[in-house]
């Protein structure tokens, strides 16, 4: 016997299980950020698996159903703890993107929106048409017949 490890076959049947229900789970979200974030959770599910294994005692080179709960559990927490952070540091930086177009109109109004896009080119285009309306919205800005103006408010 090698080094190699292997499912008994109720393991492989509860892998299945999870695997299906964490893929099931990822077509319910459309944000490519977080699909490219989390793509490897069922690799961490394995590994997390096999460490469980290992830290057996008697294993015999085989990962049970139990160290495959026990991966996919640890793996699913990472991948929860992921997408946490991700959202906080996505809005610290739309948060950042937020100031800089307020500052750049205050500066340079009117200015049309194409001018803006110019400007702030590292900024993806719906991103910055959502900060814009939200802007609008709060009523900092106004999209008026030249371009945007800050508002008197």
Known sequence: MG???????????????????????RRDTSAEDELAATE?????AMKFALIYAVMTEGHNQTIVAEDVVLGWKAARYAETV?????????????????EQLKEYITINQPIKKRLLQQ?????????LRVILEALEEMGVVQ???????MSDE
């Open 40 to 44: 490897r959770v069922q690799e961490y």
């Open 119 to 127: 400007h702030f080119r590292r900024i993806p285009a719906p991103q």
């Open 82 to 98: 992921t997408l946490a952070l991700m959202g906080k540091l996505i809005e610290e930086k739309q948060a950042r993107w937020q």
């Open 3 to 25: 080094n190699e490890f292997e499912l008994d076959d109720h393991a492989g049947e509860v892998w299945d299980e999870q695997y299906l229900s964490w893929a099931e789970g």
């Open 143 to 149: 999209n008026v017949a030249r371009g945007y103006v």
